[in-house]
């Protein structure tokens, strides 16, 4: 089975301080790349994500990710971070190789980010 | 436009009830897709539906655990004689399509937290 790995569990940032959140995986085939986001009290929602062309993606709200295949990486970022962003973020990842279970998300175990004002 | 409903949003079972969770998917959309996410964990694959076709059962935990989607819209996800480790919150999920590399993301619904006592 496939195997999605967050690094940080708890990152706790003051307002306007950086983010990186890492996320590696285990797949060597193709693969297509997520970050979910859920808000307090919501539902899971699509920060971005990454099929092909430009490894650097860009989502919703200035958060960014770059895919680097030889690291079976897909790191979430954003350069200033507000207290509305508190949130758990979650990498996920679907294999695409022909034959590949159609659609599932593996996803890792997520990362609480709490952001003080 | 309506998202993805799930009903009821909590549950809580005596150890043994039968428990039904319902969910409706978006309108047109067809694949969806249940998931279990156990607390402090990311959500792990249950079942996966094209249409009627239920094409991928591989992540129910036991033979206590159905889903069905007859007609195509509306799924639900039976658990017989609940046990405490059946505690989790059930998540649906819809996208357009669910073939590997189609760029169609996958809208969640609020979930269903069941609690077996």
């Known amino acids: 089975a496939q195997s999605v790995s967050q690094h940080n569990h708890h990152v706790i940032l003051s307002e306007a301080a950086s983010l990186e959140l890492g996320c590696n995986y285990s797949?060597?085939?193709?693969?297509?790349l997520f970050w979910y986001v859920q808000y307090p009290g919501q539902h899971l929602q699509l920060l971005l994500k990454y099929f092909s062309g430009d490894p650097l993606v860009k989502g919703i709200k200035g958060f960014e990710a770059e895919f680097i295949k030889s690291k079976f990486s897909f790191n979430l970022r954003k350069p200033s971070v507000q207290w509305s962003d508190t949130a758990e973020y979650f990498c996920a990842v679907i294999t695409a190789d022909r034959g590949s279970t159609l659609g599932r998300l593996y996803f890792g175990r997520g990362t609480q980010l709490t952001v003080w004002p | 436009g309506a998202g993805v409903s799930q009903s009821p949003r909590y549950k809580v079972a005596k150890r043994g009830q039968d428990v039904a969770l319902r969910c409706d998917p978006i309108?047109?959309?067809?694949?969806l897709f249940w998931y279990q996410q156990a607390l402090g964990q990311g959500p792990e694959f249950l079942t996966y539906f094209q249409n009627e076709a239920q094409l991928d059962k591989s992540g129910l935990p036991s033979d206590r655990f159905f889903a069905e989607r007859p007609e195509g819209s509306v799924s639900t996800l039976k658990i017989q004689r609940t046990q405490q480790e059946d505690s989790a919150v059930y998540l649906c999920?819809?996208?357009?399509?669910?073939?590997?590399?189609?760029?169609?993301?996958?809208?969640f619904g609020p979930g269903t937290r069941l609690t077996v006592t």
């Open positions: 797949y060597g085939g193709t693969v297509n």
């Open positions: 309108s047109g959309h067809v694949s």
């Open positions: 999920a819809s996208s357009l399509a669910g073939l590997a590399g189609d760029p169609y993301e996958q809208y």
